[in-house]
Nanobody
Framework: QVQLVESGGGLVQPGGSLRLSCAAS????????MGWYRQAPGKQRELVAI???????NYANSVKGRFTISRDSAKNTVYLQMNSLKPEDTAIYYC?????????????WGQGTQVTVSS
C-alpha cells in the first residue's frame, strides 16, 4: 500500500508565494519520477513540473522561472515552490509518483490540494 499526501495549498494574492509538499509512504522499494500536475475547472489535467530519477527537471512553459521543483529522496518527498503566482495558476494541484513496490512499478496520485490565487 502506497500513499501520497500533499500539503501547502491555500489562498494567496497575486504575486504571492506558496510551497507545496508531497510525501510518499508505505511499502516503497524505490521511487522514479515525482511530479506535480494541476487541473483547473473545466480544463484537462496538465503537467506543471517533474523531477526525474536521473535528477533532471521539466516545467510547463507557463510556470518556467516562477516555480521550482525539488526532491528529498531520504524523505520520499517532493516540493513545489511557487512564486509570482497569477490568478491563472488557480487549480487543484496533484502529486504523482512512479514507485516500485516489491519490484512492481506503478503510478500513484495524491488526493490533491487546492491553490487559489485571488485578490
Amino acid at each position: 500500500q502506497v500513499q501520497l499526501v500533499e500539503s501547502g495549498g491555500g489562498l494567496v494574492q497575486p504575486g504571492g508565494s506558496l510551497r507545496l509538499s508531497c510525501a510518499a509512504s508505505g511499502s516503497i522499494f524505490s521511487i522514479n519520477n515525482m511530479g506535480w500536475y494541476r487541473q483547473a475547472p473545466g480544463k484537462q489535467r496538465e503537467l506543471v513540473a517533474i523531477f526525474r530519477w536521473a535528477g533532471t527537471t521539466n516545467y510547463a512553459n507557463s510556470v518556467k522561472g516562477r516555480f521550482t521543483i525539488s526532491r528529498d529522496s531520504a524523505k520520499n518527498t517532493v516540493y513545489l515552490q511557487m512564486n509570482s503566482l497569477k490568478p491563472e495558476d488557480t487549480a487543484i494541484y496533484y502529486c504523482r509518483a512512479d514507485i516500485y513496490t516489491d519490484s512492481a512499478l506503478g503510478g500513484y496520485w495524491g488526493q490533491g490540494t487546492q491553490v487559489t490565487v485571488s485578490s
